[in-house]
C-alpha cells in the first residue's frame, strides 16, 4: 500500500510539470484583447455580442469573442468582450434575444427581437485596442459593413475596403466618424456636437423602423440611399422625409440638428454619390510642424500643418511613445491620459480616402510639468520650442 501512494504521489508530480502556474491553477491563456463600446438603436439592452475575424471576402470569419450588453441603468447598450485575436479588421454583431430590448427615440423600450441584428467593421482591431477607442454598432455602422463587399471589387485590400465602407456612410449622411460613440437620442448633457449629430440621425432611423415595420426594412431603405440609380434613392430619400416628420411630430427635438441631418443626406443624394476612390495608391504628405500649444499634468494639445492629397485627407492618427492613441479629423488633438513628470514622444501619420497613410511626422518631445497647473517643456527635431 506503501508503495502505490509513493507512486501516485511520484505521477501526480510528473503530471503537474506541464502546467504553466503550476498543479492546481488555471492555465488558460487570458484573451489577446478586449474590445468595448456600445449598441445604440437607440441603446440595446440584453442583447447578445459576438466579435468576428474578417474574411477576405468582407463576410463574417472565425468567431474570436462573446458578451451581452449591458442592461445597467445608465450603462445600456455598453459591452466588453474579451477576444482571443489581436490583429486584422473585424465584425462586431449585435443579435437580438428573447428578452432584449432598445431605448426608442420617445424614451420607451421597443424589443430587440432574434431576428434583429446589426453590425460594425473595424479595419484594424490593434487600433481600438491600443487608443481604448469605444467602438458604436448601430444601423448605420450596418450599412457600412454591406458596402464592403462592393469595394473589394476595386481592391484586394480588406483593410482598405472597410475604411472605405465606412467613409462612404459618414459622408452620406453626415456623420464625423460611424464608428464613435453617439450621445443618447435628445440628450441636453451632451457636449459632442459629432455625438449629438450622430445621435439625431439615429433618431431618424429609429422613427424609420416604425414606419418600415422592420428594421431590416429600413436597413433596406439606408443601402437604396446609396444607390447610384437616381429612381431608387430618390424613393428611399421619400421614406426618410415621412420618417422625418413623423419624429418632429412624436418628440420635441433640436431643430438645427434636424435640419442638418435633411440637408446632408439631400445633398448626398441630389448629386452623383462619390464613393472613395480606392484606385488611388498615392500616400498624402507628412504632416508637418508637430507642436504642443500647451501642456499640463493632465493635458497635452497637439497641433500640426495639414497634409496634401488628391483625394483629400481623411483623418489623422496620433501616436504617443510608438502606441496609437487616438485620432483626428482636424490637424489638432488633445491627450488627456498623460501624467505628472512624464515625457512623452508624439508624432502623427495622415490617412487619405482611399485608405493610403503617410509616413509619420517628426518627433515631437513633450514632458508634463510636476503639477496638473500650466507647463511646456517641448523639444522637436533637437530643438526646443
Known amino acids: 500500500m506503501y508503495v502505490h501512494w509513493k507512486r501516485f504521489l511520484i505521477g501526480a508530480l510528473v503530471a503537474c510539470t506541464g502546467l504553466v502556474a503550476g498543479c492546481g491553477s488555471d492555465s488558460t491563456p487570458g484573451p489577446a ?13 440584453g442583447a447578445t455580442v459576438e466579435v468576428y475575424a474578417m474574411k477576405a471576402d468582407g463576410k463574417e470569419g472565425e468567431k474570436i469573442g462573446t458578451a451581452t450588453t449591458s442592461d445597467v441603468a445608465g450603462k445600456e447598450g ?34 430587440f427581437g432574434t431576428t434583429d441584428s446589426i453590425r460594425a467593421a473595424v479595419p484594424e482591431i490593434a487600433d481600438i485596442v491600443a487608443a481604448k477607442q469605444p467602438v458604436a454598432v448601430t444601423p448605420l455602422t450596418e450599412v457600412a459593413v454591406q458596402q464592403v463587399p462592393g469595394f473589394l471589387v ?24 460611424v464608428l464613435q460613440v453617439p450621445a443618447n437620442f435628445n440628450d441636453t448633457s451632451a457636449t459632442s456636437a459629432d455625438a449629438k449629430a450622430y445621435a439625431t440621425a439615429l433618431g431618424v432611423i429609429a422613427q424609420l423602423v416604425k414606419t418600415e415595420t422592420k428594421l431590416l426594412n429600413a436597413i433596406n431603405v439606408l443601402n437604396n440611399l446609396l444607390s447610384a440609380t437616381a429612381a431608387t434613392h430618390d424613393a428611399a430619400q421619400a421614406k426618410l422625409n415621412t420618417a422625418l416628420t413623423g419624429l418632429q411630430a412624436a418628440v420635441t427635438l433640436d431643430t438645427a440638428l434636424l435640419t442638418q441631418f435633411n440637408n446632408t443626406v439631400v445633398a448626398a443624394v441630389s448629386a452623383p454619390l462619390q464613393k472613395p476612390d480606392l484606385s488611388d495608391t498615392t500616400a498624402p504628405s507628412v504632416p508637418a510642424g508637430l507642436t504642443a500649444t500647451s501642456a499640463t499634468g493632465s493635458a497635452v494639445v497637439l497641433t500640426w500643418t495639414a497634409s496634401t492629397d488628391a483625394s483629400g485627407v481623411a483623418l489623422y492618427n496620433v501616436f504617443r511613445n510608438g502606441v496609437r492613441i487616438g485620432d483626428s479629423r482636424s490637424t489638432t488633438f488633445t491627450d488627456t491620459t498623460v501624467s505628472t513628470s512624464k515625457t512623452y514622444s508624439y508624432t502623427v501619420n495622415a490617412v487619405d480616402k482611399a485608405g493610403n497613410v503617410s509616413a509619420a511626422s517628426a518627433a515631437l518631445s513633450v514632458t508634463t510639468p510636476a503639477t496638473t497647473g500650466p507647463g511646456l517643456n517641448v523639444t522637436a527635431g533637437g530643438s526646443v520650442n
Open 33 to 45: 484583447a478586449v474590445i468595448t463600446g456600445k449598441a445604440v438603436k437607440g441603446p440595446v439592452k
Open 154 to 177: 476595386s481592391t484586394a485590400d480588406l483593410k482598405k475596403a472597410v475604411f472605405a465602407g465606412n467613409l462612404f456612410v459618414q459622408q452620406t449622411f453626415g456623420i464625423t466618424d
Open 78 to 111: 455598453e459591452y466588453s468582450v474579451p477576444v482571443s485575436k489581436a490583429t486584422g479588421p473585424v465584425i462586431i454583431k449585435i443579435i437580438g434575444t428573447a428578452t432584449s430590448k432598445y431605448i426608442d427615440e420617445t424614451g420607451g423600450e421597443t424589443a
